[in-house]
Every structure is written in C-alpha cells, then in structure tokens.
C-alpha cells in the first residue's frame, strides 16, 4: 500500500490528500519536497535557521490551505510559490532589522558596506570558500535577480515553471536571470580573474 | 579569462553548490507545529469567543445599550416645535377663495367699463396684486375674508388689502392706498355675535351670497367714486 503512495505523482498525492485527508500522503510530500525547498530558501535568505522555519511555515500552509490548490497547475510550482512568498517577506523583514541595526551605529542615511575577506585574491579558493563566496555574492545582487537566478541556475528549473512560480513573463523571466548573472559575475570577477 | 568563460565557469560553479538539506527531526517538527496550530485554531473559534472573562464585560454593555434604546426609543414622542409648524391648509377656505376670485374679475372687468383707462391700468395691477397677495399670506388673510363673507362685512376686504400692502405691493398701490378711505359699511354691531358666525364656511346660502355679492359691488363702486373725487381734486 505504502509503495503505491510512493509511485504516486505530486499532483495525484495533493489530491488525495484533499479527498481523504490521509496524513500520510502528506508525510510523502515533505519528504520529497524538503530539502529542494531548504535549499531554494537558503540560497536566497542565506541563513539556515531562517530557511528552517520558512519551509516549514510552506508545509503548515499546505496542510492548511490544501483545499485552495487546483489540478489545473504543478503541485511544485504551487508549492515553490508558497515558499517564495514566505521567503521574500522574510528576506524584507530580515533586511529592514539588518538596516535599522547598522545605522544605529552609523551615520544617518548612510549604509555600511561591511568588509568581505573571501574577496581578496589571496584567499584560498577551495570549493567550500567558492561556495561561500558565490552565496554571498548572491545575497548582494537584487532580490528579484537571485530568485530567477536560483530558480534557473541552481534548482534548475524550466523558463515556464520559473514564470508561473515568479507570476512574470516568460521574456522578464529571461531578462532578470540576465542581469542577475551579470551582477553576480561583477562580484566575482576577482575568483575568475584567472 | 573572457565573458563567455566566465559564465560558463559561474553557470557550472552554481550548479554544483553543495545541497542543503533539511534537519533531521523536520518532519517531527513540522508535525508538532501543525497540531499546535490546529490546537490555537479550535481555540480561537471557540474557546476565545466564549471566554467569560473577556465577553462578559462586552455582552453586559451591549445587552444594556439595547435595553436603553427600546426604552428610550419606546417612550420617545416626534415633538415638534410649535413655532415651525406649518399653518393647516382648510379646504373650505380655498372654496371661499375661488368664489372671491371670480367676484374680482367680474369687478375688474365692471371697473373697466367706469374708470378712465389709466385708472384701469393701476387698479387691474392693485387688484391682481392683491389677488396674488392674498394667496402667499395663507390662512391668515384668508380667514378674515371669510369672516367678512360671512356675516356681510365686505369692508373687510380693505383690511386684507392693508395686511398685503405691508408685504409685497409696488409703489404704485402704495400710493392708491394712501388715498384710500375706507367704504362705510351699513352693519349694525348687535348683528355681530358669536352665534352668527360661520367660521366653517360649510354651507353659504344664496342668498347669503347675493347678499356679500351686493355688499362688494357696493364698496368697489364707492371705492371709485373716491378714487374720482381725488382724481379731480388739484
């Protein structure tokens, strides 16, 4: 019985759920869509505990609001778009404490960049340093760029999932990983300089 | 190092980031998060809404602003400001009035054939001035014509013209008015009691009628022979 819960499509497990109201069914759909959506989130908040709670704020929703998902749409683009929503508003909130914290300290209306050692040429550039050094640079390019990036780029997902999830245009869709990559490339210039 | 090559390079790089992945008690956790809302909603349909601490205070205000209301709202009567009511319209004396109306125009047109044409002029303008005069004071004027109708007083006529002067009259009549002596009425008081009023105005007698008919033409007529007499006085 189990096995054939298993083969079950996302869509197929979603509606049942919403038929039987089967906890089970569920259980199978986080398990198959948690680590994607914790690294969706981290890539774009950049802070693991942060990423923690918003997947699960994801889930919470889905169990609640299962009713509100349609056949007519993926049940991965649904739920990504549950998560990105979540994860923007918690990116803003993160950023306006950040903001408020920093110029505390500061002078008035004026931002402190904060010095990054990863940058500098002689740091070692292994794959874990690469790796910390592109999640920074992802969190320094516009918010908008860094979801179209991280959907394409690293989820690897299609133009049509990434605009359904994002609400754009196919053509914004390509334009924002664009300039997300050029922006990213700016920062990283230093780690690809030879 | 190119701009193709570096896109290449950080295309491939983003790729292989290393996964993340959830915590191991997730799911555990996620189960407990859940229960503990489902537990936070069922409270908030139920035990929030009936809690007596927090209802009691607003259900014992809300119960005694209704009270209050149907009370005050039961006892409660339209008082209206005696000085803004408006005076009641009579039927009967709008009757009084359009017999009255027809009585001037056969006047106007008799006055027509006696007085000279400019004379005409002005007393046609008095006449329908008044006429119209007559109809904005309302119940008031119209009440003392009655009275006069009533008991064969036509001089009351030339009271009403007085009230109307006040309001509305050109200058023209004004000056009529100064010049104005008032026809000497043949009506003995004892006549005038109580008994004999009709303040209803129901029923007139055609006799009665003639009678006020008589009595009008009588006081017009003099009217204009005064109006000559000063005419011809240098």
């Excluded at chain 1, 664009?178 to 920062?187: I, M, P």
Aim: glycine fraction near 2%; proline fraction near 4%.
């Amino acid at each position: 019985m189990e096995r054939n819960l298993n083969d079950l499509t996302d869509e197929e497990l979603i509606l049942e759920f919403q038929s039987s109201g089967n906890e089970k069914l569920f259980e199978i759909l986080v398990s198959r869509f948690k680590n994607p959506l914790i690294n969706y989130v981290y890539r774009f908040l950049g802070d693991y505990d942060s990423c923690v709670d918003v997947v699960q704020d994801t889930f919470i929703k889905v169990y609640r609001y299962k009713d509100n998902y349609s056949s007519l749409a993926k049940f991965s683009t649904w739920i990504y778009t549950i998560a990105g929503n979540l994860a923007r508003t918690e990116y803003q909130r993160k950023r306006r404490r950040n903001f408020f914290s920093i110029n505390s300290y500061g002078e008035e209306k004026k931002t402190f960049d904060i010095p990054d050692e990863a940058y500098r040429p002689d740091v070692q550039t292994d794959m874990k340093m690469k790796s910390e050094i592109i999640q920074k640079a992802l969190l320094k390019i516009r918010d908008t760029y860094r979801e179209a990036v991280i959907l394409r780029d690293i989820q690897e997902l299609s133009y049509e999932e990434i605009s359904e999830i994002m609400q754009i245009e196919i053509g914004t869709v390509k334009s924002r990983i664009n300039r997300g990559r050029a922006e990213l490339q700016k920062y990283l210039k230093d780690i690809y300089k030879d | 190092m190119n701009d193709e090559n570096i896109n290449k390079k950080l295309l491939e790089d983003l790729k292989n980031l290393p996964k993340v992945e959830a915590p191991k008690n997730f799911e555990t956790e996620l189960l407990r998060k859940i229960n503990s809302s489902d537990k936070d909603k069922k409270k908030s349909l139920w035990e929030n809404l009936f809690t007596p601490p927090k209802l009691v205070p607003a259900a014992v205000a809300l119960a005694s602003a209704i009270i209050v209301f149907f009370i005050v709202d039961g006892n409660s009567e339209v008082i209206e400001d005696p000085l803004n009511i408006e005076p009641r319209l009579r039927e009967n004396v709008f009757i009084t009035e359009t017999m009255d109306d027809v009585s001037l125009q056969n006047e106007i047109v008799e006055l027509n054939k006696e007085t000279k044409p400019e004379q005409k002029a002005i007393r046609q303008k008095s006449v329908k001035e008044n006429a119209n005069d007559k109809q904005d004071e309302g119940v008031k004027v119209k009440t003392h014509e009655m009275l006069g109708t009533d008991r064969g007083i036509i001089s009351n006529e030339s009271f009403s013209e007085k009230i109307t002067t006040d309001s509305n009259q050109s200058d023209e009549v004004r000056k009529m008015d100064e010049n104005f002596v008032p026809a000497p009425v043949n009506v003995n008081p004892e006549e005038i009691s109580k008994k004999n009023l009709n303040f209803m105005q129901r029923s007139l007698s055609t006799q009665e009628k003639q009678e006020v008919q008589q009595l009008k033409k009588a006081t017009i007529k003099k009217e204009a022979e005064n109006e000559q007499k000063s005419d011809k006085m240098p």
